[in-house]
């Protein structure tokens, strides 16, 4: 089985600097929690995770069915707990295809494949929530 990891450092008050595939991501708290908002909160970039997945997978799989699109976005919406340890009990995912007489039927089976098949982030968040999808098409 392979392995991967991450490495964040501390670097002062609530800031950490993540190092994710040779890359810099720092982490941080809104200032009134005591941060200085120099970076993104952790749980969002659970939903970033999800959407960059599925994003890559879907590109993947349209272009080997030669489905040109011009443009594609994905939106994750989380649903958070109100108590603590607050975290995520429902995420939906929403993607929005740009593009001329755009088929359906193969955007859809894209997205299935990603999410039931190669989306290694999508397979995890199952198994603890819900995680719906839609489509969305602009002419």
């Known amino acids: 089985m392979a392995k991967q990891e991450v490495k964040v450092s501390w670097k002062d008050k609530m800031a950490f600097e993540a190092e994710v595939d040779g890359h810099k991501i720092m982490l941080d708290a809104a200032e009134a929690v005591g941060g200085e908002d120099r970076g993104?909160?952790?749980?969002?970039?659970?939903?970033?995770?999800?959407?960059?997945?599925?994003?890559?997978?879907?590109?993947?799989?349209?272009?080997?069915?030669?489905?040109?699109?011009?443009?594609?976005?994905?939106?994750?919406?989380?649903?958070l707990t109100d108590e603590h340890p607050k975290q995520y009990y429902k995420m939906n995912v929403i993607y929005t295809f740009k593009g001329k007489d755009l088929p359906l039927e193969k955007l859809k089976k894209a997205v299935s494949l990603s999410e039931e098949r190669y989306c290694g982030v999508s397979a995890l968040y199952k198994k603890a929530i819900e995680v719906t999808s839609e489509i969305k098409i602009i002419d």
């Open 40 to 79: 993104p909160r952790p749980k969002p970039l659970m939903l970033t995770a999800l959407a960059g997945c599925t994003g890559m997978d879907v590109v993947s799989i349209l272009k080997k069915m030669r489905v040109e699109v011009e443009d594609f976005d994905i939106t994750v919406e989380g649903d």
